[in-house]
């Protein structure tokens, strides 16, 4: 083992256990933009792809190494552009309407990296101007420096989301790292051609910002999986180049095991991510797709990859062999998430995360770049813990979560114990605003068909017409409430929820007994008393809110079709509860305009 892979390795797992550290203190309030985050700083792998596009390795590498670069700077741009949109969103009530002295700072802060990235560049131009002797241990010495200060502003960027408070300047911090990163490589000694680099640069930062600047909230989970997907092309590419360009000189069996790695893990969260998108965008089917002997088909692929990947590390010179296990890789990320339903995808996006985070460290490991084995550990911790929470919250294993085709199982189940168990009593907005009329406390639950109905803003606007009438009103947050980490969340700071009104499930469910109304908006698993009393239930000991003990329950939803789970919800049956049927943003306006008169 050479003192180079020593050392990197012991950086790889001490970045994981520091990420660990970071990522743990980041709250469920902010894990929608702590995805679209590390996947910002994911795209660090674009300085690899900067070194093989300018350098003069082959055709065939530049090509490459431009399609990487391409790929990673969509990333970088679109990760932190839509980072920053999310978090300019969350305030508090003191907050709302006044701009943080820290965001108008932020635009001189702007600024001045501007003028700084410009003299670098005009720098980097001079130094290489024709004729110029350029100082090749200047240069790497100006690279080692940026690299270790942008470690440490990523690392605080990550620390920064720790709280809605200092998550903007951190992310700042990031992107400035992020920054500092790409105009050091640029200084690197291999590089002599800016042909391809500018091309490649410029044609992803046009389609990440317009992907980072107007995608709308709702789309975020796909376009985070896009984003893993091209994170992961890049690193097969770079990866793919690499051997090659290795292949003419010799390889050794530890050079091999690194590429071997980052190519096979980015194929397949490659092709696995894109699957993903295609099912969340509706594109594909988001029933999950299974066959008779699926799993075992599934895991005999999976150790042919490896078995072959064994037999390069010792003979790499076995080329047809190292394609053919590209194309294994790519069929096998694509075959693993064919079976998984679209409800599941976010903890097949977080999981991927994960994936596409070693792929990087692996690229790291290739081109022995510190700065991407650091980036690469502190993504695959982040994805692995997030989806470590959504299983935890669900109450399912993440075994489970990949070969229990749990969408398709559960439609089973409920068609045939779906049959009603009571009366159910339905309520129009009128005679709710009778109800209304009465009460001092209302605590909103909302859910998955808050965010299909695009209700929030009529829930935002119900809260502040209730709060005017001197009711207190609450919401409570279920960890999986909607299909993504802190989904409802983003979704409530978009319409200008003061975050200190947002109550976590163990902050909330003392308060439902004082409730004197629940107002469940478009949830619907996340309160199933079943999770609590039903031992049979697929839900049963899944922490849910426990809107059950509110003095009264309304339920805005279209039928009594069940949620994700597929699961009959009791609490329809409860003589506390009352349902007004309808899609829950019309709901919303009508009840709006009928308290209003
Ligand atoms: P849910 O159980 O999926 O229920 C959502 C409900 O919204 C449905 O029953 C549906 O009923 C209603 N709905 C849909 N469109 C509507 C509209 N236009 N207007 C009004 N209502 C509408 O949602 P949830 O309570 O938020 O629970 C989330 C589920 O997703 C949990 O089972 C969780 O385990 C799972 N999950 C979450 C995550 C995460 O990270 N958040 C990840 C993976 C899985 P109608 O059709 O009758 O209207």
């Known amino acids: 083992m ?18 660990y550290h970071v990522i743990t203190r980041i709250p469920p309030l902010l894990h929608t933009p702590l995805m679209s985050a590390t996947n910002a700083i994911s795209g660090i792998s674009l300085i690899g792809s900067l070194v093989v596009a300018g350098a003069n390795y082959s055709r065939l590498s530049t090509v490459l190494g431009f399609l990487a670069v391409t790929c990673s700077s969509t990333n970088v741009v679109g990760g932190f552009l839509i980072t920053d949109r999310m978090l300019k969103m969350f305030k508090r009530k003191q907050e709302m309407g006044i701009q943080r002295r820290w965001h108008q700072l932020n635009r001189q802060q702007w600024l001045a990296v501007s003028v700084l990235i410009a003299v670098l560049l005009l720098l980097i131009f001079w130094l290489r101007r024709p004729g110029a002797a350029t100082n090749v241990a200047d240069a790497a010495t100006a690279l080692r420096y940026s690299y270790i200060v942008s470690a440490v502003l990523f690392i605080l960027g990550l620390k920064g989301l720790s709280s809605p408070k200092y998550a903007r300047r951190g992310m700042f911090l990031a992107a400035f790292g992020m920054v500092m990163a790409i105009v050091g490589t640029l200084f690197h000694p291999e590089i002599v051609n800016y042909r391809w680099i500018t091309i490649g640069l410029a044609i992803g930062s046009i389609v990440g910002g317009s992907m980072g600047l107007r995608i709308p909230m709702t789309a975020v989970p ?8 091209l994170g992961a092309l890049a690193a097969s590419l770079i990866g793919i180049s690499e051997y090659v360009r290795h292949l003419a000189v010799g390889l050794d069996s530890v050079k091999m095991t690194t590429i071997g790695l980052e190519v096979v893990i980015g194929s397949l969260t490659f092709t696995g991510s894109l699957m993903a998108a295609g099912k969340l965008q509706g594109l594909l089917p988001g029933a999950p797709i299974t066959y008779r ?18 037999y390069l590390v010792f003979v790499p010179s076995a080329s047809t062999l190292f394609f053919i296990i590209v194309g294994l890789a790519l069929l096998f990320g694509f075959l693993l998430v064919i079976p998984i339903g679209a409800a599941d995808m976010p903890v097949v996006i977080a999981l991927l995360n994960s994936y596409g985070g070693l792929a ?7 081109l022995m770049n510190k700065i991407q084995i650091i980036t690469g550990s502190l993504d695959g911790t982040s994805g692995f813990l997030l989806s470590l929470l959504m299983c935890r919250a669900m109450n399912r294993s993440a075994i489970n979560v990949l070969f229990g085709a749990f969408g398709k199982v559960q439609e089973e189940e409920a068609g045939a114990a779906g049959e009603a168990k009571g009366t159910v009593r339905s309520i129009t907005p009128e005679e709710l605003t009778v109800l209304v009329d009465s009460i001092r406390s209302v605590i909103i639950v909302p859910g998955y068909g808050m965010a299909v109905a695009q209700a929030q803003h009529g829930v935002s606007e119900l809260a502040k017409l209730l709060s005017a009438r001197g009711i207190d009103v609450k919401y409570a947050i279920h960890p999986v409430a909607g299909r993504m980490p802190g989904h409802m969340n983003v ?3 978009e319409a200008n929820v003061p975050y200190d009104q947002l109550y976590t499930m163990e902050q909330i469910n003392p308060y439902f007994p004082e409730a004197d109304i629940a107002l469940v908006v478009g949830a619907n698993d996340v309160t199933n008393p ?9 839900l049963y000991g899944m922490p849910i809110l426990e809107v059950d003990r509110a003095k009264s329950i309304i339920v805005l939803k279209r039928s009594l079709r069940p949620g994700f789970a597929g699961v009959d919800n009791e609490l329809y049956y409860d003589p506390k509860c009352m349902m007004l049927f309808g899609d829950a943003k019309e709901s919303l306006n009508q009840l709006f305009a009928a308290l209003k008169s």
């Open 222 to 229: 796909q376009r985070t999986a896009l984003s893993h997907s």
């Open 293 to 310: 002997g699926q799993n075992i088909f599934n895991i005999t692929l999976l150790a042919t990859v490896i078995a072959t990947l064994i």
């Open 530 to 538: 079943a999770a609590k009393n039903n031992k049979s239930s697929p």
């Open 360 to 366: 990087d460290a692996s690229m790291g490991f290739v």
């Open 491 to 493: 979704l409530l700071a």
């Open 2 to 19: 050479t003192t180079e892979l020593e050392i990197g390795l012991y950086i790889f797992i001490l970045a994981g256990f520091l990420g």
